[in-house]
């Protein structure tokens, strides 16, 4: 498997970074250790989690999906060196959204707890916060780094201004910057990335690792119409691709698949593969199969003719 750099954390990275979301809400902990255990079986190495992780399930208090990627770890499978650990932290825990040092310094420690580890390979801010100065949060990381508890840090759901503005305070403060950006893009989802917020992170030589790569699983195929989506743990969020949109680009996908034999997931996920600024998307899976067809996207060529028809579709 062709590693890939992410920016300047000095981290090699997999193709396609396994959405740990699932974790502890669509798959179950059996699941979950038999899906890592398969990730890494096939060359891929990189697990994106966060610590509210999935408060959402009733039942659960967040912290779930670190708790069973810790317990899979304690296995020892894959040594700690071998896996990289991304995980976020400032998302509402109970006290609302905040990334106050003294909460962020708090925040990991329950982090590597959870994950069972010594420290974590990424850690990103996963919302601003329009309260904090980024001076602040930025000491924070920086700290953290110092002590060996964080490899790197970034951010998550950050726009051009925003990172920018980032930029400038880690800059005047003699602070280091964010590394890693964190973004919303697929093939649908198209307008906050590119332009500005790319050319920014190519400039600046960031990591980008995109999440809803598949768009909540409407880029899989398998949601064509409202009853497709019905009782569906993600019905909510893919209903808003039901649109000409969305069809114009499933039938791109379709044709593209037609072509090559692959999967229209794994089309989506080698078209981002080939956008100009992205390191990796973020991908996840409930069942073996399609734990395949994530290793197979990570190794998938697409034609100059096959991007353009899918530019052309989400565009």
């Known amino acids: 498997m062709n590693m ?3 920016g300047k954390t000095g981290l090699s990275v997999s193709p396609i970074v396994f959405g740990g979301n699932v974790f502890g809400w669509t798959a179950d902990e059996k699941t979950s250790f038999d899906i890592l255990d398969a990730f890494f079986d096939a060359g891929l190495n990189t697990i994106d989690t966060a610590d509210v992780y999935s ?81 602040e949060s930025l000491t924070a990381y920086a700290k953290l780094k110092q002590q060996g508890k964080i490899r790197s840090f970034g951010c998550s759901n950050y726009d051009a ?8 305070a880690a800059e005047k403060a003699g602070l280091p ?50 009853a497709d989506t019905e009782g569906r743990a993600r019905e909510g969020r893919v209903s808003q691709y039901l649109d000409a949109k969305g069809m114009s680009i499933l039938d791109a996908l379709d044709k593209v698949s037609a072509e090559t034999g692959a999967k229209p997931a794994e089309i989506a996920l080698a078209w981002l593969l080939n956008k100009k ?38 565009a």
């Open 161 to 168: 201004a925003l990172l920018q503005a980032s930029f400038d």
């Open 177 to 226: 910057r964010y590394d890693v950006l964190q973004p919303e893009y697929n093939l649908y989802e198209r307008a906050s990335f590119e332009g500005p917020l790319a050319e920014l992170c190519v400039k600046e030589d960031i990591g980008v690792i995109t999440y809803f790569s598949l768009a909540a699983g409407f880029l899989t195929g398998k949601y064509r119409s409202k």
């Open 55 to 135: 408060a959402w399930v009733p039942g659960n208090k967040g912290g779930d999906s670190e708790e069973i990627i810790g317990r899979w770890l304690k296995k020892g499978k894959v040594s700690r060196d071998k896996a990289v650990i991304i995980t976020k932290v400032g998302s509402d825990m109970g006290r609302g959204k905040t990334l106050k040092e003294q909460y962020i310094l708090k925040a990991v420690e329950d982090s590597l707890r959870r994950l069972q580890t010594d420290y974590i390979d990424v850690y990103l801010s996963h919302w601003p916060d329009a309260d904090t100065p980024h001076e």
């Open 277 to 314: 600024g992205v390191t990796a998307p973020i991908a996840s899976a409930t069942s073996l199969s399609q734990l395949e067809s994530l290793a197979k996207a990570a190794k998938l060529t697409l034609s100059g003719e096959a991007m353009a028809l899918l530019d052309k579709a989400g």
């Open 4 to 6: 890939r750099r992410l």
